[in-house]
């Protein structure tokens, strides 16, 4: 089949007893050409977590969960073409940067789609999905935070309705390095 024919997939968020295709599609991901600007863990750290970190994460994006879904794109025979995560946080909490959340937001991360898949609209679709749970549970905005270098990505989320805040947030560590912050109000 093309992987370029929309409708060759289903989009649905993940079940718990997933977890190896979680860890298998996330460690795809840590080897994609611009990970290190995309994703703040590498693939060695990753592959050397135990089963039981990969059964948790699943387990806690899992359909059902309420502080967090991750959705994929699962592709003929199985195969997972995409994933994204929408985490949610709490006005009057902090964020994992040190930021005052003001309103219950969607946090956007995790987004991953295989190379042969780019392009088809696959993207979108995960976005869709992703807002439609985000807005469901009570959301009153999205967020995610992009590299200022990953080109890439800020067009994507700029095609799914994302847009410069005009915040930068530090990147842990005291590097000086930083990323952006996209926002979707509602």
Not at 81 to 90: A, C, F, H, N
């Amino acid at each position: 089949m093309s992987a370029s024919i929309p409708g060759d997939y289903v989009i649905r968020s993940i079940r718990a007893d997933e977890w190896p295709a979680v860890k298998e599609l996330r460690l795809r991901a840590l080897r994609d050409p611009v990970a290190d600007l995309a994703f703040l863990d590498t693939y060695e750290d990753a592959a050397a977590r135990p089963d039981s970190f990969w059964q948790e994460r699943a387990a806690g994006g899992a359909e059902g969960a309420s502080g967090a879904q991750q959705i994929v794109a699962e592709g003929p025979g199985g195969l997972w073409l995409g994933t994204l995560t929408v985490l949610m946080e709490e006005a009057g909490s902090t964020d994992w940067a040190g930021f005052p959340v003001e309103r219950r937001q969607g946090h956007v991360v995790g987004v991953f789609v295989r190379p042969e898949w780019r392009g088809s609209g696959l993207t979108k679709a995960l976005f869709a999905a992703g807002l439609d749970w985000a807005w469901a549970n009570g959301a009153e905005r999205m967020r995610l935070i992009v590299h200022p270098d990953n080109e890439r990505a800020q067009g994507a989320y700029r095609k799914a309705g994302f847009a410069p805040s005009g915040r930068t947030v530090p990147l842990v560590g005291g590097t000086g390095d930083y990323e952006l912050e996209y926002v979707l109000e509602r």
